[in-house]
């Protein structure tokens, strides 16, 4: 879980969270950003943790949120541990494998 927190995005234009997967590129959206931190100054300090008090708590607490809420849309591989999103992650593999590895173990 700690590996994908630090994938979750911030997309100024949606005012949301997102994560993209590294296989296919596809982005899921999450939380809104908190009114608070929305000016654009203000998230650009949140993203880099350097925001006030108020502010970066609002963002922490709801970028926290959004990663519990995205990790539902995303699977991470057994093997390269990588998180990819339902349609680039395999089942039939014995421990979940993402399709570049499933592919490497299928030849
Ligand atoms: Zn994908
Ligand atoms: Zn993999």
């Known amino acids: 879980m700690k590996l994908f927190y630090k994938?979750?995005?911030?997309?100024?234009?949606?005012?949301?969270?997102?994560?993209?997967?590294?296989?296919c590129g596809k982005k899921q959206y999450g939380a809104r950003i908190p009114l608070i931190c929305r000016n654009v100054r203000t998230l650009a300090r949140c993203a880099d943790g350097r925001a006030n008090k108020l502010s970066q708590s609002a963002f922490n607490h709801a970028k926290v949120k959004a990663t519990q809420q995205l990790a539902l849309r995303f699977n991470q591989c057994r093997h390269c541990y990588q998180w990819v999103c339902d349609d680039?992650?395999?089942?039939t593999?014995?421990?979940?494998?993402?399709?570049?590895?499933?592919?490497?173990?299928?030849?």
């Open 7 to 23: 994938r979750i995005r911030v997309d100024a234009e949606t005012l949301r969270f997102y994560a993209e997967c590294p296989i």
């Open 88 to 91: 680039c992650y395999d089942n």
């Open 93 to 107: 593999d014995a421990l979940g494998a993402c399709r570049d590895c499933f592919q490497k173990n299928e030849r």
